[in-house]
């Protein structure tokens, strides 16, 4: 009983359930180690009774949490009512104000501002406490109106200006084309992160160096304004890369080779030195430091790092031990001996936030109503710029993933360090607030991914002694306030005007995806996923079943896509990788079963009236049952338009498949440009299905078999 009161007065699990009739009990070593992570000595029964006496004492007679929250339509929140009557409450506010107000004794402090404040807080016994005061809207920004729009992986969509894979150029070009001439209200992109430098670079999104900055490899070249004014030999040595760089792109799009993102950042870092070295003119000199000063010590950290890394490399394992401290003189030394790349470093992120400006400026001329939705990855590398510069914040030793279910029963372990819930609170979640700044600063809606991580995550001890191996099935939760979390969140949203969408998919704590409703948070409906899974033959929810508060979808980027699902090309895929944990037939016979039952549906609901057989009308269908749901954005998966049948992700492999580095391609294989893609004609056969309302049906539809 003594560790898993300790357990749970730090937000630590000692048993979870994997199912509603299953429980499974965590290893104590685990809790040991999670505790220890998280600063709490729990090594023997007299430290286990010392940490949990002072953790009691402290919770009774503290005054305040660390970081409190207040939404703007809530009277009296509870830790305002719970103080001693009144209490003197002055605030501090964000904008340089002061608030003078008492609570306790069961009343509220009154309405308040928006923002971000520093409360401190004195009762008449003497006690006295500071804390982060968030004040928030109740509800997150909603889209004005339903809306329909593409999903798809940048640096797979190339256009004849790519250089070897999609950019920031293409993104402009493909919202102005979508938004234009297919209605689209939204573009939703993979994570831009900073990756973390290497040979080979990891291309994942979902593993970066930093979520905070995006990265320059996906700057469009010719589109930065010194290119047009560069002469002589920084003009001939501009030409030849530009040259090598169609090289790259022909090789994708005709010669069978795969995105190859070290090559394209290597000729794009050799052009943006050229570019970097020219001298800004006033005007642009200006806009240069209003960024760097928006930035601040943020943005100094992360090019500091990246200068770092180019000449010590990314693991930092061997870095000097005196280095590893971004706040140690031998850390500000090196800064100073490398200021030419830190200027670099810093130069790169600014002409990358100016493209990424332009994309949304785009959108938004266009007529997008939401515009470009980015997507926030669920971590970082536990190497990278980030874990450098807020080393404080991340618990060390620990990585997360997902436990042992139904889907995988040896768990899942992406790697990931997390975020220490004691230190996000007693900086006033300052981390995370920066880091969603960043990413709303020119979204027009956010996804999170795996955002049930705001409620807790799976933290896996990593072994002690040679390689550090860990064992996702010794992991345990960790739990987080959700409230401060959503509340951040929120109030970022409100401030950049954006749209919240979080990736819920998979199991999910009962209360969750109500409470993310509550706050406005869009939840992901995948069109396969939405059955009535405890019914007798689990049949599919109907349109008027699903939820509105979300964005429904045929696939994602870690899922087949909808011409693989139909034709069973995605069992085949898994059989020849040997990834099937079933007998070929065995899962090609479950499979077609489950895309019947699909196929009937839509064809008793009238949306397949000639009946399955024709794979492209299918697809249609599908995108047609989307819409006659009462979702609040449909979106459709790019790949989709033109029949390919590959994924861009498929989970479980790594060397085995070519994660992250394909090009769109059409139901042959043959990559397609983003030119191509525009001029499809199976594209337009589709989207006019999309953009036109579904005509009344004749009555209602037919009832299902029994």
Request: charged fraction near 20%; aromatic fraction near 6%; charge should be negative.
């Amino acid at each position: 009983m003594g560790l898993a009161r300790l357990a749970e007065l730090h937000g630590v699990a000692t048993a979870y359930a994997p199912s509603p009739t299953t429980r499974v009990d965590v290893p104590d070593a685990t809790v040991v180690a999670v505790l220890h992570a998280l600063g709490v000595d729990a090594s023997t029964p007299a430290a286990v009774e010392a940490a949990t006496e002072a953790a009691e004492r402290a919770a009774a007679t503290r005054l305040l949490p660390p970081t409190v929250v207040c939404w703007a339509d809530e009277l009296r929140p509870a830790w305002a009512a719970a103080l001693p009557a009144s209490t003197r409450l002055d605030i501090g506010l964000e904008d340089g104000g002061t608030e003078h107000l008492t609570a306790g004794g069961g009343t509220g402090p009154g309405p308040l501002p928006l923002g971000v404040h520093r409360l401190t807080a004195v009762a008449h016994d003497g006690r006295s406490a500071t804390a982060t005061l968030v004040v928030a809207p109740p509800r997150a920004p909603q889209p004005a109106e339903r809306t329909y729009g593409f999903l798809v992986q940048l640096y797979s969509l190339l256009s004849r200006r790519s250089w070897g894979m999609g950019d920031l150029g293409d993104l402009a070009e493909l919202a102005s084309w979508a938004g234009r001439t297919q209605g689209a209200g939204f573009v939703q992109i993979n994570p831009l992160h900073a990756a973390v430098p290497g040979s080979p670079t990891d291309p994942s999104p979902y593993r970066p160096s930093s979520r905070r900055f995006p990265d320059p490899v996906h700057l469009r070249i010719e589109d930065v304004p010194e290119y047009a004014h560069a002469a002589g030999a920084a003009r001939e040595r501009l030409d030849a890369l530009a040259g090598r760089a169609a090289a790259l792109r022909t090789a994708v799009l005709h010669e069978g080779a795969l995105i190859d993102r070290d090559a394209v950042w290597d000729l794009k870092r050799q052009a943006l030195e050229i570019l970097c070295a020219a001298e800004l003119g006033p005007g642009r000199r200006a806009a240069y430091d209003d960024f760097l000063a928006a930035q601040g010590e943020a943005l100094d950290d992360h090019a500091t790092w990246s200068a770092l890394a180019e000449i010590h490399g990314a693991d930092r394992s061997g870095w000097p031990e005196a280095l590893r401290d971004p706040r140690s003189p031998a850390s500000l030394a090196a800064r100073a001996e490398a200021a030419d790349r830190v200027e670099f470093h810093r130069r790169a992120a600014w002409l990358t936030d100016e493209q990424l400006g332009a994309a949304s400026r785009a959108a938004r001329e266009a007529g997008m109503g939401i515009g470009i939705v980015h997507d926030l990855a669920v971590g970082v590398h536990p190497d990278g710029s980030d874990t450098w510069a807020q080393h404080g914040v991340f618990a060390e030793g620990i990585s997360v993933g997902a436990p042992p279910d139904a889907f995988n029963s040896l768990g899942q372990d992406w790697g990931l360090p997390p975020w220490r819930p004691d230190a996000l609170a007693a900086t006033g979640y300052a981390a995370y607030r920066g880091l969603l700044r960043g990413q709303l600063r020119h979204a027009g809606a956010l996804r999170i991914d795996h955002v049930m991580g705001l409620f807790r995550l799976w933290w896996i001890p990593r072994a002690t002694g040679e390689g550090g191996a860990t064992d996702p099935t010794r992991g345990t939760y960790v739990r987080y306030d959700s409230e401060a979390m959503l509340a951040v969140l929120v109030l970022e949203a409100h401030r950049a005007g954006a749209v919240v969408v979080g990736e819920d998919l998979g199991t999910v704590e009962p209360g969750v995806r109500e409470q993310l409703a509550r706050r406005g948070v869009l939840g992901t409906s995948v069109l396969w996923f939405e059955r009535h899974w405890d019914a007798p033959g689990q049949p599919p929810l109907e349109p008027r079943e699903w939820r509105p508060g979300c964005v429904a979808t045929a696939t994602t980027h870690d899922l087949p896509s909808t011409a693989a699902r139909l034709t069973g090309e995605h069992v085949a895929l898994r059989h020849r990788l040997g990834l099937l944990t079933r007998p070929l037939a065995e899962e090609q016979a479950g499979d077609r079963a489950e895309v019947a039952a699909w196929l009937a549906e839509l064809t008793r609901l009238g949306l397949l009236p000639s009946g399955p057989g024709d794979e492209e009308e299918e697809i249609r269908a599908v995108h047609r049952f989307l819409l006659d749901t009462p979702a609040r954005m449909v979106g459709v998966w790019l790949p989709d338009t033109v029949g390919d049948r590959r994924p861009q992700n498929l989970p479980g492999t790594s060397d085995q498949y070519p994660n992250w580095r394909l090009p769109v391609a059409d139901a042959r294989g043959t990559p397609v440009t983003l030119e191509e893609l525009a001029a499809s004609p199976r594209l337009g056969r589709l989207m006019e299905g999309v953009r036109t309302p579904a005509p009344a049906r004749s009555g209602p539809p037919a009832a299902r078999p029994a």
